[in-house]
């Protein structure tokens, strides 16, 4: 319930958007209820565990779709994550935050679905086929949903780290202080593996302009 | 800014906007989440049922294969790196190979159809390529003389029944250079008369080798061979009397009484 409790002081929260002094009351506030989350979460408490998903679910759904480029499998890894949860946030240490630690069991995961996303996409094209579409709703425009699958198929020749990189700090445009702590490496090899793989990617993407 | 800037940050764009998180089966994930976190796996419980009774499955059969010596032939049917060989004349006890002392084309234990016919009779027994520690105290037995169980025992059969695989045996390059030669001429080349040489140098230079025991048999195998029926005799004796215990006592015995039945060509 307590994140629920966020979601009632929403409309107050509208009222003094641009003051400081409620922003931090607000970020305590959810620390507090995110800290409650995570200890009933470890003692197995099953409503937490949708609270959890229902606060949490989109972000890690987009991490896994942007790092697998394969929605269903995305679809699986997420429920992986969550259902990992209960046992997972033992570990959890609480210096990061609840979204954070859900990426980093995501990315755990995600190395396994990361294989057969690649298999996938390789059979189709030797077979000539359509790979899966990273598009799932008509909406989206054909020309981007071309673009989003060149860059996984440039993602796809990365080796892993630089993937990771590319992904948490490009595409989830995170920081790289908090990618390097989801990973779990140094600052200064995340800002590395990340220069190695945008200089990767631009020469991949050239290759690709050439008819 | 690059060229292909312009391209990355678009492709970029387009990636999280295509994959933004939203999903038609929001509810549906979340109660396969729900229902899989209130169901206790029932995988992990079979696993752990079942690889406590695969892994002693694996152990006891590999145990009774080493034991009944049938272990190397289902390494060889797998294809694995063969790290013991088993005799199973000797009721399967497992000894200790040395990998210096194989040489590059294992032949086979038992010796090709086509050879044994010139047995005329003799019984079957197949040549002992085994390799065995040997100690100092082994090498005061007199040359010329084969040594006896007293001699052999603390450094032939002690290892057998009490083998130390992480105490390799100390075998000279000499010697298993001049074992080698008898071997390749018993076991390769199936040329008799240069084994029956090869293992006389053998014996004449290391009388109580780690090999002597060995030698010693494969010698007579090949007196047999060569129809020297009456040294082939001679060298069985010490076997079938029980000079060097039960080592291929029985096979020597059966020999010795093939070659009593049946007259020579």
């Known amino acids: ?211 | 800014m690059m060229p292909h800037d312009d391209d990355l940050s678009r492709a970029v764009t387009a990636l999280r906007t295509v994959a933004d998180g939203s999903s038609p089966q929001v509810d549906a994930s979340r109660r396969r989440i729900l229902t899989r976190a209130r169901t206790p796996r029932p995988k992990h419980r079979v696993a752990r049922v079942l690889l406590p009774l695969a892994a002693t499955f694996f152990v006891v059969s590999g145990a009774w294969g080493a034991v009944s010596g049938r272990l190397p032939n289902w390494m060889r049917a797998l294809n694995l790196p063969l790290l013991f060989e088993t005799n199973p004349s000797e009721g399967g006890r497992a000894t200790e190979r040395r990998a210096p002392s194989v040489p590059p084309t294992t032949p086979p234990t038992t010796e090709p159809t086509a050879e044994r016919s010139e047995l005329s009779g003799v019984p079957d027994v197949p040549c002992d390529e085994v390799s065995h520690e040997t100690t100092e105290q082994e090498r005061t037995v007199t040359p010329g003389n084969p040594p006896t169980m007293d001699g052999l025992r603390g450094a032939r059969l002690s290892p057998r029944t009490a083998p130390s695989p992480s105490r390799p045996p100390e075998i000279s390059s000499a010697e298993r250079t001049a074992y080698r030669k008898g071997h390749t001429a018993h076991f390769v080349q199936h040329d008799a008369a240069a084994a029956v040489r090869a293992w006389d140098a053998y014996l004449a230079d290391f009388p109580t080798g780690a090999f002597a025991l060995e030698a010693r048999y494969n010698r007579a195998i090949s007196l047999l061979r060569l129809g020297r029926r009456q040294e082939a005799r001679s060298a069985l004796e010490p076997f079938s009397n029980g000079t060097f215990g039960g080592y291929r006592r029985a096979e020597a015995r059966t020999l010795i009484s093939a070659m009593a039945d049946s007259p020579p060509r």
């Not at chain 1, 987009?62 to 997972?88: C, I, N, Y």
């Not at chain 1, 996409?121 to 990273?134: D, F, K, Q, V």
Request: with cysteine.
């Open chain 1, 1 to 211: 319930m307590a994140l629920r409790a966020d979601s009632c002081i929403e409309p107050i929260a509208l009222d003094v958007a641009h003051s400081d002094r409620w922003q931090l009351l607000v970020a305590s506030e959810h620390r507090s209820t995110e800290a409650e989350l995570v200890e009933r979460l470890r003692r197995g408490d099953l409503d937490a565990l949708g609270e959890a998903y229902d606060a949490h679910h989109a972000h890690v759904r987009a991490f896994a779709h942007r790092f697998l480029g394969d929605e269903s499998l995305a679809e699986d890894l997420l429920q992986d994550t969550f259902v990992a949860l209960p046992k997972t946030i033992r570990s959890f240490r609480g210096d990061a935050a609840l979204r954070t630690f859900l990426i980093s069991v995501a990315l755990n995961h995600a190395r396994h679905y990361l294989r057969s996303a690649m298999r996938r996409r390789r059979a189709h094209e030797r077979l000539g086929t359509l790979p899966s579409p990273i598009v799932s709703t008509p909406e989206i425009d054909v020309e981007r949903g071309q673009l989003a699958s060149v860059l996984t198929r440039a993602l796809d020749a990365l080796p892993l780290e630089q993937r990771v990189a590319v992904v948490l700090c490009e595409i989830e445009e995170r920081t790289s202080t908090e990618a390097a702590a989801i990973v779990g490496v140094a600052e200064g090899t995340m800002r590395t593996r990340l220069f190695h793989a945008k200089r990767k990617l631009r020469e991949a993407l050239a290759r690709e302009d050439r008819p």
